[in-house]
């Protein structure tokens, strides 16, 4: 149980074009899910809270106009990058909550990005 | 929610359990201990979490000291598939996940 998928797994485009990664709950609903961001040798760092229905709260620094989250449905949330350039080049990483308040949170397999 | 000190590294021989040590001296009494590790180029796994008692599930057991000031992961017996970055995090009810820079571990053959 708790499976989280990723979609697609890799993904390569040109500087300019918006790009949608979609993260699914595949056996229980997630009232909140979260998007992170890894560069190659450092940890993971947390970019947004989705919250099914709701605007998702950004972490500072994040631009919340280039990256957009929709959180449409309990199994379902999705991160558009707008307009890439080759800084947005990352693993991004998805993790959905069960249940409510303090659940376990469970990963996606990720999403590699690369910007030409 | 508490910061969280690992060792950047450690080696274990394969067949042999595997003792990850945290540190999480500024811990208050309604935050959890969660571990999870990632496998290069993956999402991170999630593995235990504890309180105050120790854990044991079928991927490894959780060591909270009485004073819950540290806590040590285990894995019985380590296998080669068991390389990977560990990241022991403290959390506070429906707080975030903050990944801090983990204990890689190696298995060796």
């Known amino acids: 149980g708790a499976v989280v998928s990723q979609h697609p797994s890799w993904v390569i485009c040109k500087s300019g074009t918006s790009v949608k990664i979609e993260c699914r709950s595949l056996d229980f609903q997630a009232t909140t899910m979260f998007w992170y961001r890894q560069f190659p040798k450092q940890s993971l760092m947390l970019m947004a809270t989705?919250?099914?229905?709701?605007?998702?709260?950004?972490e500072q620094g994040v631009e919340k106009d280039k990256f957009l989250i929709n959180h449409a449905s309990l199994t379902l949330s999705t991160l558009t990058v707008t307009s890439a350039h080759p800084e947005d080049s990352s693993f991004y990483i998805c993790?959905?909550?069960?249940?409510?308040?303090?659940?376990?949170?469970?990963f996606g397999p990720g999403t590699r990005l690369l910007v030409l | 929610d508490a910061k969280t000190t690992q060792p950047p590294s450690m080696d274990c021989a394969e067949g042999r359990a595997a003792n990850l040590p945290c540190n999480h001296s500024t811990i208050s009494g309604n935050e959890y201990v969660y571990w999870y590790r990632q496998i290069h180029s993956q999402g991170p796994q999630y593995i235990i979490h504890g309180l105050k008692n120790n854990e044991t599930n079928e991927m490894a057991s959780l060591i909270i000291t009485e004073d819950r000031k540290s806590s040590t992961l285990i894995l019985p017996h380590a296998t080669l598939r068991d390389t990977a970055v560990y990241y022991c995090?403290?959390?506070?009810?429906?707080?975030?996940?903050?990944f801090g820079t983990g204990t890689r571990l190696t298995v060796i053959p």
């Open positions: 995090i403290v959390k506070q009810g429906a707080n975030n996940l903050f």
């Open positions: 989705s919250n099914e229905g709701s605007k998702a709260t950004y």
């Open positions: 993790s959905a909550r069960v249940g409510q308040g303090d659940g376990t949170q469970y």
